[in-house]
């Protein structure tokens, strides 16, 4: 077992201790139909017709990544009919939880290879059934990360075959689809797999706009900035479409934050988080906390967000269960939000002293470069060294791990903090230079689902940088090509307005700081930059 897998475990029992899901669930098992979107699915199969729609809504829950219900629904089917081989293949997919989580542990690889096991060995599937238990068969076919692309692939293949043969079925495509995106790479800015995806989507949800799937993955494959609002449709339909799920409530929020649609984040985030408070799901809290605390600071709304923090960290330390398919969103939202209270803040010194707390490799680093940039920025560079380091042993282990995506953000990371501490000993020019290619190379690759954005897009750091050197031309155009990706952001409105002002762009710097003011009307505190906004639009 890798290093990487040994910490990734050891940083969720840190966080959250494991305990058994079905005996948790009972109070859900109960929830209205319209409440979890099931009404729209129609999953056809040999089992007994009894248990047809307490199967139907296992594979609604599914739709909606709510995976410990869905095992204690495929449970509640098997309860009825022990021969519905397909309840097991139901239990296996749960298993393999979130496709777009990254490299998944051994442990929850070989839950789901043990249910794929019992489909083998269960009932007398059909023939169409046998194709669906051997292509998510293709996803546990071993435990090691090294071959976690292969595996992907060959159940996107697996999966085209079986929407190709069985047209009529419906729920193959959208499985299928769901297959296509999930081995699309960051790295294609053509995004041809997401745009395949949609292609096969859409006309189902346009046919049935009430199918939660169909939403849901809809979101998925435009979740990136040039496609983001060709979802917005499916976002502002879903979270009504399963309104007890809490992956269902927060999803919206993914094309909101796109879109620079703060407000709509907040609200959609606020119901997430209250939806899984009241099932017991820490994970899904923490990350629709993660993403209200990103909207609250883009709209200088400080005293929210430290509200979310203090939710935050209470939560982690009073939980004592996660969720079956859990992706890690739990230990990412540990780590982000008080990194991203600090940054978004300017509160640099506060950055330096933050408390790293044991998880994941790619969560750890998220601390360390909080630290090292807080250091950096506010005076003290020699102080960044030990983090610095740190961050190129994390970024060495997810290498040996062979997760290519977090050892290259992790790299990304390293190269920030870096030029910052070179910047900050006084060679700008080397400090520049270093963090361009920092930001070149985060440019060509793209955030993770987890994320609702760049803990600090290296672009927009690269314009302070600018700025401070006393470069605005230069600055300008970096932080107007940071919201060309991430539009509305409160640091990169206020650096253009800036910007703008000292090469005597007053058109410009008065749009991009009324443009501020109106992000920010809903503030509670008074920062620093609005301030500065008020007075210059006054002036004119």
């Known amino acids: 077992m890798s290093k990487y897998v040994i910490t990734l475990i050891a940083g969720f029992c840190l966080l959250f201790k494991t305990a058994a ?28 017709p009894a248990v047809s729609d307490d199967f139907n809504r296992g594979i609604a829950l599914l739709h909606s990544f709510w995976f410990a219900e869905a095992v204690a629904g495929f449970e509640k089917v098997l309860s009825s009919d022990a021969d519905c081989a397909m ?15 990254g490299l998944r542990s051994p442990v929850q690889l070989g839950r789901g290879k043990a249910a794929i096991d019992k489909a083998l060995g269960t009932g007398s599937p059909t023939a169409r059934e046998s194709a669906w238990i051997a292509a998510v068969a293709e ?8 071959t976690q692309r292969a595996r992907t692939l060959a159940y996107e293949g697996a999966m085209e075959q079986i929407a190709q043969q069985y047209p009529e079925d419906r729920e193959a495509t959208i499985f299928y689809a769901l297959a296509v995106n999930q081995t699309a790479l960051p790295a294609d800015k053509t995004y041809a797999q997401q745009l395949k995806a949609a292609s096969l989507l859409e006309p189902m949800f346009h046919e049935d706009p009430q199918h939660p799937g169909l939403a849901h993955y809809i979101i998925h494959a435009y ?21 007890a799920i809490p992956h269902a409530l927060h999803m919206p929020s993914h094309t909101f934050t796109r879109v620079g649609l703060w407000k709509e984040s907040i609200e959609t985030n606020l119901r997430s988080a209250e939806a899984a408070r009241a099932s017991s799901t820490a994970g899904e ?52 939000i008080p ?37 950096a920025r506010s005076g003290n560079p020699e102080a960044a060294a030990t983090d610095v380091e740190r961050l190129v042993v994390l970024r060495d282990r997810l290498i040996e791990a062979q997760d290519a995506y977090w050892s290259e ?79 509305n952001r409160f640091l990169s409105l206020y650096g253009a307005a800036r910007a703008a002002g000292a090469v005597g762009d007053t058109d410009k710097e008065q749009r991009y700081y009324k443009t501020l003011l109106q992000v920010a009307d809903e503030a509670d505190t008074d920062r620093p930059e609005l301030q500065q906004a008020r007075s210059a639009v006054a002036a004119q």
């Open 409 to 487: 953000q992790v790299e990304i990371q390293r190269q920030v903090a870096s030029a910052w501490v070179v910047f900050a000993e006084g060679n700008h020019a080397e400090g520049i230079a270093q963090l361009e290619a920092a930001a070149a190379m985060e440019d060509k690759t793209d955030k993770s689902a987890v994320s609702p954005g760049p803990l600090a897009p290296a672009r927009e750091l690269l314009g302070f940088m600018l700025l401070e050197a006393e470069r605005p031309e230069q600055a300008l155009p970096a932080f107007e090509a940071t919201m060309m990706k991430e539009p």
């Open 87 to 101: 309840a097991h293949w139901g239990i296996a997919l749960s298993h393999w939880g979130n496709p777009f989580a």
């Open 339 to 375: 990194a991203r209270y600090t940054l978004e803040r300017g509160a640099f010194a506060d950055a330096a002293a933050l408390t790293v707390h044991p998880g994941p490799p790619y969560t750890e680093a998220i601390t360390h470069f909080a630290r090292a940039l807080g250091a």
């Open 223 to 243: 979740d990136h900035p040039p496609l983001a609002e060709k979802a917005l449709d499916a976002a502002r339909r879903y979270a009504a479409l399963a309104p």
């Open 285 to 336: 809290e923490l990350h629709a906390l993660d993403y209200q605390t990103y909207a609250y600071l883009q709209t200088a709304q400080d005293e929210a967000a430290s509200n979310v923090l203090e939710r935050a960290m209470a939560l982690v330390e009073g939980t004592d269960n996660i969720a079956i398919g859990a992706t890690g969103a739990g230990a990412f939202a540990t780590a982000a």
């Open 21 to 48: 899901v079905s005996a948790q669930h009972d109070d859900h098992g109960q929830l209205a139909a319209d409440q979890i979107g099931s009404t729209q699915v129609k999953f056809k199969t040999s089992c007994a």
């Open 139 to 146: 996803l546990f076919s071993d435990d090691q990360s090294s």
